[in-house]
């Protein structure tokens, strides 16, 4: 099912894919990590221009690492405003994604924080460094394979 984004999209000739609608029927879109910044700068014209959160998970053990962003068109006199979700999918062997700090400000922050817990690296981010854990922390703490160190678990100690 093509939502009203998706349906611009394709009439501008954009490539994306529709994932559908969650549960509260925004629409959800897949863009590919070298056509993201395009897009992301497309759409903040078009009218998305409030960034109202970006997160980062880990799709599988082994898989793909995704970074989600939720924009918002923001509006005078618009009581329910348009929001879209966009999911970017980045390869665990080189997680790398197109920065749009550029874009919205408010992704410094956010896009930090998804490098610090799962490696990915936003390509242009002008401070992407640890926020929450320590510089000489070696790994990402949030991906599915992550063995913490020095950690030895306790079995059978009864």
């Known amino acids: 099912m093509q939502g009203r984004l998706s349906a611009w999209l394709v009439k501008h000739g954009l490539v994306h894919r529709s994932l559908g609608f969650d549960y509260q029927g925004i629409e959800t879109l897949q863009i590919k990590p070298e056509d993201?910044?395009?897009?992301?700068?497309i759409l903040y014209v078009y009218g998305?221009?409030?960034l109202r959160s970006q997160c980062a998970y880990d799709v599988a053990p082994g898989g793909l690492l995704a970074s989600v962003?939720?924009?918002?068109?923001?509006?005078?006199?618009?009581?329910q405003?348009?929001?879209?979700?966009?999911?970017?999918?980045a390869p665990r062997s080189n997680p790398r994604i197109p920065s749009v700090f550029?874009?919205?400000?408010?992704?410094?922050?956010?896009?930090?924080?998804?490098?610090?817990?799962?490696?990915?690296?936003?390509?242009?981010?002008?401070?992407?460094?640890?926020?929450?854990?320590?510089?000489?922390?070696?790994?990402?703490?949030?991906?599915?394979?992550?063995?913490?160190?020095?950690f030895y678990e306790i079995q059978d100690a009864y």
Request: hydrophobic share 40%; aromatic share 20%; net charge negative.
């Open 36 to 41: 993201w910044y395009s897009i992301a700068v």
């Open 48 to 50: 998305y221009n409030y």
């Open 69 to 79: 962003y939720h924009l918002t068109r923001i509006e005078y006199g618009v009581d």
């Open 81 to 89: 405003a348009e929001e879209v979700c966009i999911k970017v999918f």
């Open 102 to 150: 550029w874009v919205w400000k408010s992704a410094d922050f956010q896009e930090r924080e998804s490098y610090d817990m799962l490696g990915i690296h936003y390509d242009n981010h002008p401070r992407l460094k640890r926020i929450l854990m320590p510089e000489s922390w070696i790994g990402w703490p949030l991906r599915k394979d992550y063995i913490v160190p020095n």
